[in-house]
């Protein structure tokens, strides 16, 4: 059965029924919390026999709880719906990793904040992956051992800095500017009957309200399982580490329809490029300073229920 945990600049809190609880339990770093999952459990079931010190989750200043440093890949075009958004069949995507930087993780309520001269900001839920023990260079993870080395769930969102990401093919520096990985509420403790559930997960993002993001993990392309396999023919992990399983359909970006896509093709790169980002200039979806982003990823019923972080866009001179 999962077991939310969360950060706060005095340590860490287990949410049980009458609110959030401290955990006696002194460590730093989601790393270490995990690494030791024995004396993490006895501290959860000590924690949760003294509810009468428990806090009300919003009163409390939440930080991630992912801690930095740590490693942070990510999964490319990894929901059929949006490899339909860009353009590309979901059977014939290929798996594809990126690193962001760790420095870009912040918390589920803090401002992501817009870097100067940085337009056509873009928004992408991500169910992550946090990983419990180390995972060397070549593992194999199967579906029946994936809680060996998943330990917990967390939501993420994936900031995107477009026309740095498409003109320079450039992931990494579109990516990880600071505050471009809003991590948490919750720190989502989970087993293997949990694991099972993933394809109930519904991730959910909204703009001001506006839903914009909608869709079950079902819709995933490459499982975890398979991805920390491929992942580790070249990349290790270790506890704390944070895998993003990718976005689905609903970004800002999507591709030209084809027949604008061919004719574009044949024109020279800079003129193709100020025509493709005239026209994002007239697309609304895009993220505005003072924007408010919600993000969930939870059950239907709730049994398994990461939370919900809420951030704001803001200019950095704000």
């Not at 939501?155 to 003109?167: F, K, P």
């Not at 070249?234 to 591709?255: E, M, W």
């Amino acid at each position: 059965m999962s077991v939310n945990l969360a950060r706060t600049v005095d340590g860490w809190w287990v949410q049980a029924p009458a609110g959030m609880v401290p955990l006696d339990l002194a460590t730093a770093t989601t790393g270490d919390l995990l690494a030791d999952r024995e004396a993490l459990d006895s501290a959860i079931q000590a924690t949760l026999a003294a509810p009468d010190r428990a806090r009300p989750a919003d009163s409390l200043d939440l930080l991630s709880p992912v801690t930095a440093p740590t490693r942070v890949v990510a999964q490319m075009v990894n929901y059929r719906s949006h490899a339909v958004d860009s353009g590309m069949d979901p059977d014939r995507v290929p798996p594809a990793f990126f690193r962001k930087a760790s420095h870009s993780i912040t918390g589920p309520t803090g401002d992501i904040i817009r870097p100067e001269g940085v337009e056509f900001l873009d928004y992408e839920v991500e169910l992550g992956l946090v990983i419990g023990r180390d995972l060397p260079v070549g593992t194999t993870v199967t579906d029946e051992d994936l809680p060996r080395y998943v330990a917990a769930l967390v939501v993420a969102n994936d900031v995107s800095a477009r026309q740095i990401q498409l003109t320079r093919t450039q992931f990494y520096e579109s990516k990880s500017y600071p505050t471009f990985t809003p991590v948490g509420p919750w720190l989502t403790l989970v087993d293997a009957a949990d694991l099972n559930r993933l394809d109930t997960l519904r991730l959910t993002l909204s703009i001001n309200g506006q839903v914009r993001q909608d869709s079950t993990v079902a819709d995933m392309i490459v499982r975890p399982a398979r991805a920390l396999t491929l992942l580790s023919r070249f990349q290790p992990l270790a506890a704390g580490d944070l895998l993003l399983t990718g976005t689905p359909g609903g970004t800002a970006l999507t591709a030209p329809p084809k027949p604008v896509e061919k004719l574009a093709a044949l024109l020279p790169p800079a003129t193709r490029w100020r025509m493709f980002f005239r026209r994002q200039a007239g697309n609304p979806r895009y993220l505005h300073d003072g924007d408010v982003i919600t993000a969930t990823i939870a059950t239907a019923d709730h049994a398994l229920d990461l939370g919900t972080q809420r951030t704001r866009v803001i200019g950095k001179s704000s």
